[in-house]
């Protein structure tokens, strides 16, 4: 089943902060976050394993809250360039594929 | 970093007509890749797993006698689209993870397939 991303479209200035969710209605392995520009392939950002890790990638960190079955993606003091349509990608304990959530369309303005 | 190519980064067909589309892992290898499916804004969708050297797993809905799926070595697999309709028109992205970093999958460039 697919994982809700929420919301689905954010508009920040440049330097404002902004949280994407990823809720799973099932127990999750890991979770995977990307960032997609338009018309090009998605970009691995990190990859969050159960355990409750939070890890980070420049200024973009993420959690990952086993117990409530979600992550969140933070994106701290955007940058024009964190524009794009951020997905997350869900891997459950049973399977190696990744089941993907509908997207969160980010655009950071200056 | 892990490098994944597709072959052809975009294609133009007639209907009725068949379209090979290839997914190579550069500089790693790849025993399991993964064929999605992008329709405009919408979300990534997995039509298929590709195993090295055995029988694709089809998700629930795709038809595997209409997107074939060939993976004949640990770097290269291919996607046939037979007998193509306009529906069909869309944006499909293979994905591979390297053997030694389970879990990281990294994406080809995708390939848009128009049929006419």
């Known amino acids: 089943q697919q994982p809700v991303q929420s919301p689905q479209a954010v508009i920040l200035r440049e330097g404002e902060d902004a949280v994407i969710n990823c809720s799973s209605s099932?127990?999750?392995?890991?979770v995977h976050w990307y960032r997609q520009k338009h018309g090009e392939a998605p970009v691995f950002l990190m990859i969050l394993l159960k355990g409750g890790e939070q890890k980070g990638h420049e200024k973009i960190s993420a959690s990952f809250n086993e117990k409530k079955q979600q992550s969140s993606l933070y994106l701290t003091a955007s940058q024009l360039s964190y524009s794009g349509t951020y997905f997350c990608g869900t891997e459950y304990p049973a399977g190696n594929k990744l089941t993907f959530g509908g997207g969160t369309r980010v655009l950071v303005k200056p | 970093g892990a490098v994944v190519s597709q072959h052809p980064s975009w294609v133009i067909c007639k209907s009725g007509t068949s379209v090979k589309i290839e997914c190579r892992s550069l500089d790693f290898q790849a025993t399991t890749m993964f064929w999605y499916r992008q329709f405009p804004k919408q979300s990534l969708m997995l039509m298929a797993t590709s195993n090295e050297g055995s029988k694709a797993t089809y998700e629930q809905g795709v038809e595997k006698d209409k997107f074939l799926i060939n993976h004949a070595s640990l770097t290269l697999s291919t996607l046939t689209v037979t007998s193509a309709h306009p529906e069909d028109s869309s944006f499909y992205i293979c994905s591979a993870g390297d053997v030694g970093r389970a879990g990281e999958q990294y994406f080809g460039p995708g390939t848009r397939l128009t049929v006419t």
């Open positions: 099932k127990a999750l392995y890991s």
